[in-house]
């Protein structure tokens, strides 16, 4: 833990940001090499200047340093630094990495990640694609990264570990301030399977700028990062743009072109960003960075004709009135002409057969998992 110390001392250096931190460890490649280092060999880094040359050499510890270090141990985190080979390798690419991360679980052996990210008001729509869609790509192997906010970022979490995959949360906070709160079980499932990662000291609180920081990272650690649902004013759209300056692929679900909530989405594909109708449009995209041959034939979304085979006429015409986006009973009675108990009957069948997804308010619609 000790080798730690260095490098969170030179990051609490007043006017060493990531990108000069970057180029300080490219010239002398550890802390200790900074430190030791003469004016000139100092001055020698583009951006240094005599005044952070002296900032440097009047470095010191502070107390958040020490405790932070004691309370890792003491929790059993871990601090990864850019020179450890747990260290994401795809965040050394982009300009501006982090130092080092705080970890809770393990990174060494995350494969083919890919970042998943959307809105925190996610409709039933989002959620299940979303759901669908990490599941399936964690299936294979992959990893997915998100940041744990409420919504689509959740969705995406959960649907890597029902199909016990792999996934990384990237917190916007310390990992002492879980954010938000009701994920805090979430949080640990996490950890055990895959990590829960922060550049934030361990009580961090969650603040609003912290937030376009997380974003780098999870779109920088990632080969490609895909937009479920997002708004035309959304941090989802900082985290593709991020994406796109990284040089990763951007990818985006659409939705009903009457929801704001997919706005944009659709102005990312307007603007080339990958369409995606499932797992495998990811999967084709990336397959020559990808470290296995994939196959994308299972992937094809799964038929649920044997389900709808038996189904009476009346039972498919409701079935047939509805759609990813949740529609409430009295439409349906409207729009079928079917008298509301009868309808009601129908429509418990078709949930139970898993046809029929039931939201509140009596809204239904047509799971897309």
């Known amino acids: 833990m000790e080798s730690c110390l ?6 609490n250096v007043p006017g060493i940001g990531n990108h000069l931190y970057k180029r300080l460890i490219e010239r002398f490649e550890t802390p200790e090499r900074v430190f030791s280092a003469t004016k000139d060999e100092l001055l020698g880094v583009d ?16 107390d958040w340093i020490k405790k932070d270090l004691d309370l890792v141990q003491k929790k059993h985190y871990s601090i990864v630094t850019m020179a450890n080979p747990a260290f994401p390798p795809l965040l050394h690419q982009i300009p501006d990495p982090p130092p080092f991360l705080y970890v809770f679980g393990t990174i060494d052996d995350i494969k083919d990640p890919i970042a998943v990210v959307g809105s925190r008001n996610a409709t039933d729509y989002g959620i299940d694609t979303t759901h669908r869609l990490c599941s399936d790509l964690a299936s294979l192997g992959m990893t997915i990264v998100s940041g744990m906010a409420r919504g689509i970022d959740t969705a995406a979490h959960v649907g890597a570990l029902s ?10 906070s310390g990992l002492e301030r879980i954010y938000p709160r009701e994920n805090r079980k979430l949080f640990y499932q996490i950890a055990e399977n895959g990590a829960v990662i922060s550049e934030f000291s361990l009580h961090e609180e969650p603040k609003a700028l912290n937030f376009p920081q997380r974003n780098r990272i999870i779109s920088g650690m990632s080969l490609g990062t895909v937009i479920v649902e997002a708004a035309r004013k959304s941090g989802s759209l900082i985290t593709a743009r991020m994406a796109a300056e990284q040089g990763r692929e951007v990818f985006a679900v659409p939705g009903s072109i009457q929801s704001f909530k997919s706005a944009g989405t659709h102005g990312l594909i307007k603007q080339g960003a990958k369409l995606v109708d499932y797992a495998g449009d990811i999967v ?6 990808l470290s296995f041959k994939p196959d994308i034939g299972r992937l094809n979304p799964a038929e649920k004709g044997s389900a709808q085979a038996s189904l009476s006429p009346d039972e498919q ?7 990813a986006y949740p529609i409430h009973i009295d439409d349906l009675i409207r729009k079928t002409s079917l008298d509301a108990g009868k309808l009601a009957g129908i429509l418990l069948k078709l949930e139970i057969a898993g046809l029929v997804r039931q939201s509140p308010g009596k809204r239904f619609s047509r799971p897309e998992s």
């Open 317 to 323: 015409a409701v079935l047939n009135t509805l759609e």
């Open 163 to 172: 199909a016990k995959g792999k996934t990384v949360a990237v917190l916007g």
């Open 47 to 62: 951006g240094i200047t005599s005044r952070l040359t002296s900032n440097i050499y009047r470095r010191s510890t502070p």
């Open 6 to 11: 260095p490098w969170m001392i030179l990051k």
């Open 284 to 289: 084709e995209e990336l397959s020559h960075l």
